[in-house]
């Protein structure tokens, strides 16, 4: 079945952490998304990759790092310097980047809690 | 003003009313238009995907945009518990690019 996996689903961490969620697609997507979801704010985007070994900055990309050394696979991690990390992290991705192409395809989120 | 507004509900019907969500956009240049659903504790998925103005059909569900008002609605028919979920209305931001703007998502209940 083609989709994308996130892995954990839940992780647990100490503050002054890093910590690095997984995100692999077997759907040949070009482009890949990490959103943040907290309640009463819906999805806010922290990095996208439209293309291997190259991504961008979204809206709330500070304390988040990301990478894209293949094309299924964008790991993020959180980093210590992020100050609210406790979320529901969706990673997605669409088959390309242009206009009309805003189809996401979601995983099932990892929820992360810093103790 | 955010660019794209929700109320975030929650909503709850009877089992068999027609729900209507709704969303309004604050950029005209907006033409692509979409609605997921997301159940609890699970990613979103897409339900609906319109291009500019118009009414598109799908089974029970329908989505309308209305550029001049600036108004997105979603309406299921013949609601059913298995409707019940967060939906979130999203458009893509402008520009070159298929950047999607979210809204906060409304939660809906529907009752047995």
């Known amino acids: 079945d083609g989709g994308i996996t996130q892995s954990p689903k839940y992780l647990f961490r100490k503050e002054g952490q890093n910590v690095t969620l997984s995100c692999e697609q077997n759907?040949?997507?070009?482009?890949m998304y990490w959103y943040r979801q907290d309640p009463g704010q819906g999805l806010r985007l922290i990095y996208y990759?439209?293309?291997?070994?190259?991504?961008q900055k979204g809206d709330i990309a500070e304390g988040y790092s990301v990478s894209r050394e293949k094309k299924e696979s964008f790991p993020l991690t959180v980093t210590s310097a992020q100050k609210n990390p406790t979320a529901f992290y969706l990673c997605?991705?669409?088959?390309?980047?242009?206009?009309?192409?805003?189809?996401?395809?979601f995983g099932e989120g990892s929820r992360l809690t810093v103790l | 003003q955010k660019e794209v507004e929700q109320d975030p509900g929650p909503l709850s019907v009877p089992e068999g009313a027609i729900v209507s969500l709704n969303c309004t956009y604050s950029?005209?240049?907006?033409?692509?238009f979409m609605w997921y659903r997301q159940y609890s504790r699970k990613g979103p998925e897409l339900l609906m995907y319109t291009y500019s103005s118009g009414n598109k059909e799908d089974g029970r569900f329908t989505a309308q945009v209305d550029k001049s008002s600036k108004y997105i609605s979603l309406f299921i028919r013949d609601s059913q518990p298995s409707d019940s979920a967060t939906y979130l209305c999203a458009t893509e931001g402008g520009g070159a690019t298929n950047k999607l703007i979210f809204g906060t998502g409304t939660l809906l209940a529907v009752q047995p």
């Open positions: 990759s439209q293309i291997v070994n190259d991504f």
């Open positions: 759907l040949n997507h070009d482009a």
């Open positions: 997605a991705s669409s088959i390309g980047t242009g206009l009309g192409t805003g189809e996401l395809f």
């Open positions: 950029n005209s240049a907006f033409q692509y």
